[in-house]
C-alpha cells in the first residue's frame, strides 16, 4: 500500500493517526506510540 515506516519499522503517523496514504489510519502497537491496549482502544475511538 506504500505505507512509510521508520527505522524500526513502526508505521508513521501524523497527530491524528493518519498515514501517508489518503484514507489509511494506523493505530496500536504498530506505531510504536504506547503499546498497550487500552491506549490502542481509545486511539481507534478517536
Request: net charge neutral; proline share 4%.
Amino acid at each position: 500500500a506504500g505505507v512509510q515506516t521508520d527505522e524500526r519499522g513502526y508505521v508513521k503517523v501524523d497527530a491524528v493517526m493518519r498515514t501517508n496514504v489518503p484514507h489509511i489510519y494506523s493505530i496500536g502497537d504498530c506505531t510504536g506510540k504506547m503499546p498497550l491496549a487500552h491506549v490502542a482502544s481509545a486511539m481507534g475511538i478517536t
